[in-house]
């Protein structure tokens, strides 16, 4: 992408609405613009973003054998009646009532869906197990929208729900989305922590949330630091092996981690002292087990192997994919702007041309993008005729991985620099071999 032909709208004050870093950095980065309260357009270098986050999402759910498929925005509120959740759900659900005086609701959540989808179309246990997701925009009328994305109103989100026949699959389905979620995050270069947590409106016995350490966020926790090192790496999953992925569960929970819902102090000081941490953390996804809870009222049966009738159990799991872009930066990030992970920048390095116009110099800039471009790599060309300060600054703001500048300096000695975002190291180097370090 050359600069002078996309939409880059950054600004240069600093906009007084946003309280935390990332929701300044992502106005001042030109990401997003706001709609109306929590509601937001993702412009084009947000949405760039978003889509990278949503395919990493997509590519390890789909690794762990879970389905994808896609269900409406607008539900019926019919289906909310007859799980008992449509009075339960309160204001945070918006209703709507269309021409015919019929209630709608713009969805929270899925469970009734899903679960009216699958009673319609499964009905034997051989089916089982199931999983399906999606990853669709959600509305929850927030009292309190702020810090951006990180609390909209609307926001993108991954669902996804099992279906099984017994607690121990559901059991199954449910350490698998964890280790599914471990790696989502890790690839997101994140470190998210399972903590036990409270089940609040979804209702169920088991569940954890996935937490980002932030000052800014929103969730009090409290941990054993020993979690902290735990990493997946490289490790392959095979996500049929119950074994496997209850193991890595057991690993990742034996460590105390929870949030203030289900903190226990007791528990909590029989830690070795130094290892004791209580910090803020934001909540990046959550995943529950809670059995019968809509099969049993909605009846979703499967005919069991003794041909009776038996309601399925279900659990689902959440991840907040557009929360995730502002808890990134959060993590990542210093007074200059944001300084994104390898695996989720938007561009993957940024050519500066310190003078537009100089012959050598655009022909150099162009060889680069070329050849960054042949190697799959997507470049982002800072061609405007600008000074080399404004457009470091906007390099430095939008926090691409690596910078390289070409100046006609440089050039009579045959070299351009290479600069990195994180450490903010540079180094003078032929053309050739900065294409080759990136590669
Ligand atoms: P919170 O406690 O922050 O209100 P939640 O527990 O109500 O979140 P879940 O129902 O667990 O949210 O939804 C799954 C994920 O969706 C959350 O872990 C979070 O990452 C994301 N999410 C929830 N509400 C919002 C929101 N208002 N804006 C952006 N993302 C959200
Ligand atoms: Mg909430
Ligand atoms: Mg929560
Ligand atoms: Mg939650």
């Avoid at 929850?140 to 909209?152: I, N, T």
Wanted: net charge negative; aromatic share 8%; charged share 25%.
């Amino acid at each position: 992408m050359r600069l002078s032909r996309y939409f880059l709208p950054v600004l240069k004050e600093t906009p007084s609405e946003a309280q935390i870093a990332s929701h300044r950095l992502m106005l001042r980065a030109g990401m997003i613009k706001q709609a109306t309260a929590g509601i937001y357009s993702w412009l084009p270098l947000g949405f760039k973003v978003l889509r990278k986050l949503e395919n990493i999402v997509h590519e390890e759910q789909v690794r762990a054998g879970h389905v994808p498929m896609l269900m409406p925005t607008l539900q019926s509120a019919d289906l909310w009646r007859e799980s008992g959740r449509y009075d339960d759900y309160g204001a945070e659900m918006l209703r709507i009532t269309d021409r015919h005086g019929r209630d709608m609701l713009y969805g929270p959540t899925n469970e009734e869906l899903i679960t009216d989808i699958f009673r319609a179309h499964v009905g034997s246990y051989k089916d089982l197990p199931l999983t399906l997701y999606h990853i669709q925009w959600k509305f929850r009328d927030e009292v309190r929208p702020r810090f951006g994305v990180m609390r909209g109103r609307e926001f993108f989100m991954k669902d996804g729900y099992n279906f099984d026949l017994t607690k121990e699959d559901a059991l199954h389905a449910y350490n698998r989305h964890m280790v599914s979620y471990l790696r989502t995050y890790e690839r997101m270069g994140l470190q998210a922590i399972p903590m036990r947590a409270d089940s609040g409106p979804i209702g169920g016995d088991d569940t954890h949330e996935f937490l980002v350490l932030a000052e800014t966020g929103e969730s009090e926790v409290f941990y054993d630091s020993v979690i902290t090192d735990l990493k997946l790496g490289e490790r392959v999953v095979d996500y049929d092996s119950r074994a496997e992925c209850e193991a890595i569960v057991t690993e990742w929970t034996t460590p105390y981690a929870r949030t203030d819902e289900t903190h226990d102090k007791a528990t909590f000081n029989a830690i070795p002292e130094d290892r004791r941490r209580s910090s803020r953390g934001i909540e990046v996804g959550q995943i529950f087990y809670f059995g019968t809870k809509y099969s049993e009222p909605m009846g979703a049966t499967v005919q069991g192997p003794d041909g009776k009738p038996v309601p399925v159990h279900m659990g689902s799991h959440g991840i907040g994919v557009s929360r995730l872009v502002g808890a990134i930066i959060e993590a990542s990030h210093d007074e200059k702007g944001i300084i994104w992970p390898e695996g989720v920048t938007p561009f993957h390095a940024g050519i500066v041309n310190l003078k537009q116009g100089d012959s050598e110099a655009d022909a150099a800039c162009e060889a680069l993008y070329a050849s960054l471009t042949a190697l799959g790599l997507e470049p982002l060309y800072d061609d405007r005729d600008e000074r080399a300060g404004g457009k470091f600054a906007t390099m430095d703001l939008i926090g691409l991985p690596w910078r390289i500048t070409v100046g006609p300096r440089g050039l009579k000695n045959g070299v351009v620099e290479l600069t990195s975002r994180r450490t903010g190291e540079s180094e003078e180097l032929p053309p050739e071999a900065a294409v080759e370090k990136l590669a």
